[in-house]
């Protein structure tokens, strides 16, 4: 387990020293802004292109790791919604509970992979992209048009909102470009892996940046509820899941990695959007991105412990 926190804290140092650059204001405010908008349009995109497009999938066998991921995220949709409609929950409340629970930091989940592992696992990071984050996103903005959103959605739309997502759009283009056979001029032509280098410590800062000490403070019971059922039930699901699905070495690791990452701060922008409870969705992101230091290094141990055992 020392050796995952080890691996795991320069992440973490790279994401408190966001919160302090920003609570400082040792840069400009105008940096945040434009520093995710930079990241979230072009470094990330170039990273996950550059991945998919230059790995050979011949040999992957994809079936079994989808699989897990798209039960992982139904389970537990159907159940916090079922939980909630028990207890009366209300509408706006649920939905940022619902998404709490069900969305996760694909950007963490990419640096965990290469820290603990190796650069091998951002191509099944980025298929992870492909598969959880429109399946979660598109639950989320569901959950809110259903529970609390004075808004109408249609399916299409909601669709459309998901594709948008640069996160998506650059899975399809990498998978295009590996298709058409283009993944060995990238990897001569390095303008995507130089922008891609700047992705992750560029997107740690900003998550830091966007964390909310306040908001966190005032957590209540649901905020405390929606943490555990993402940083605890949420892998302990995966890792049954792993294990009765048989997942590869490296496939089974990544799955669980996946799972054990804090939800994605882009939810509080997607509650206030959609007539959530915002303040809510904030205690919510913050509450999971502190204590995922203690829940992650755990899980990533044994995510190492999986990945060694065969």
């Known amino acids: ?5 080890g691996l795991l804290l320069p992440i973490f140092l790279l994401i408190a020293a966001g919160y302090w650059l920003r609570a400082s204001t040792f840069v400009p405010e105008t940096f945040w802004g434009a520093s995710e908008k930079l990241g979230y349009w072009i470094l990330l995109p170039a990273l996950v292109i550059q991945a ?4 050979d999938f011949s040999g992957a066998t994809a079936g079994p790791y989808i699989v897990a991921l798209v039960l992982t995220v139904l389970f537990h949709s159907a159940l916090i919604m079922a939980a909630g409609l028990v207890l009366r929950t209300p509408g706006p409340s649920l939905g940022s509970v619902h998404q709490g629970a069900i969305r996760l930091n694909g950007l963490a989940a990419i640096a965990a992979g290469v820290a603990l592992i190796g650069p091998e696992t951002i191509p099944l990071v980025a298929l992870m992209f492909a598969v959880w984050i429109p399946l ?3 639950l989320s903005v569901y959950g809110y048009v259903l529970l609390a959103s004075k808004e109408t959605l249609r399916p299409g739309r909601i669709a459309i909102e998901v594709v948008k997502n640069p996160a998506i759009f650059s899975v399809i283009i990498g998978f295009g470009l590996n298709v058409f056979g283009a993944g060995p001029l990238l990897e001569k032509f390095i303008l995507l892996e130089l922008l891609g280098r700047a992705a992750l410590p560029l997107g740690l800062l900003a998550v830091g940046a966007a964390l909310d ?9 649901r905020v405390f509820s929606t943490t555990v059922l993402k940083l605890v039930v949420m892998p302990l699901v995966m ?5 009765y699905l048989r997942l590869d070495p490296l496939a089974g690791a990544v799955a669980i990695i996946c799972a054990c990452m804090p939800t994605s701060p882009g939810g ?3 509650a206030k959007h959609l007539g959530g409870d915002a303040p809510l969705m904030a205690s919510i992101v913050t509450l999971q991105t502190a204590l995922s230091l203690i829940t992650v ?3 990533a141990s044994y995510a190492l412990d999986y990945l060694g055992g065969f």
Do not use: C
Request: glycine share 4%; aromatic share 10%.
């Open 1 to 5: 387990m020392l050796v995952a926190f």
């Open 52 to 55: 998919i497009a230059t790995r």
């Open 213 to 221: 000490l306040k908001a966190a403070a005032a957590a209540s019971a």
């Open 136 to 138: 979660s996103n598109g």
């Open 268 to 270: 509080y922008l997607v």
């Open 297 to 299: 290094t755990v899980f």
């Open 239 to 243: 890792i049954a899941l792993v294990h």
